[in-house]
């Protein structure tokens, strides 16, 4: 895994946060598109890589599969083995990891139902899992949803701003 140390060296490269901020997602921007969001996970994501991972290949897609994997924009899929940007179309419930839905704020809980609906397919596609996991970003915050036999629980709002080691670490 990656360090607290490892974790406080990412958030002071410039590309990423300067003066306490996050640069491609700024604090004062109240309003930002899913796009631009997964532009900067993918910003973010592409930094760890090239400083603690750079052996490691990408586990995620922006999946454009027709076998019920999410299939929209605000999406992304994280896959238990690496995919080819040509194979995405291939991607089913089975390889899925998690998945993380971008929404406005304001739609928090349709991200929410969206999470706890994909979740559901993770599970009848994938041979005993204990439970699944997914995230939503909305507007500024990200929420963790578990399903397991029992049901669904799903964290407190986390802001990006005011807790960027814990969005780091996520």
């Known amino acids: 895994g990656i360090t607290s140390e ?3 060296e990412i958030l002071q490269i410039d590309a990423l946060r300067r003066d306490g901020e996050w640069m491609p997602w700024p604090r004062e921007n109240t309003i930002v598109s899913e ?6 996970i993918s910003l973010i994501r592409e ?9 490691s290949d990408p ?3 922006n999946s454009t599969s027709h076998r019920g994997v999410p299939d929209t924009k605000e999406t ?3 896959t238990a083995y ?3 940007e040509e194979e ?12 993380l839905v971008t929404v406005p704020l304001e739609n928090l809980d349709k991200g929410i139902s969206m999470c706890s609906h994909y979740c559901e397919s993770m599970f009848d596609h994938q041979p005993c899992p204990r439970f699944v996991a997914s995230a939503v970003i909305a507007g500024s915050h990200i929420v963790l949803i578990v399903i397991d036999r029992s049901g669904l629980i799903f964290s407190e709002k ?3 701003h005011d807790n960027p080691q814990k969005f780091l670490r996520i």
């Open 6 to 8: 490892q974790i406080d």
């Open 88 to 99: 995405y179309h291939t991607v089913e419930w089975i390889d899925v990891e998690l998945v």
């Open 158 to 160: 986390i802001s990006i």
């Open 47 to 55: 930094e760890v890589k090239a400083r603690l991972l750079p052996d």
């Open 76 to 78: 992304y899929v994280f």
């Open 82 to 84: 690496p995919f080819g």
């Open 59 to 61: 586990r995620y897609c």
């Open 35 to 40: 796009k631009d969001i997964l532009n900067s």
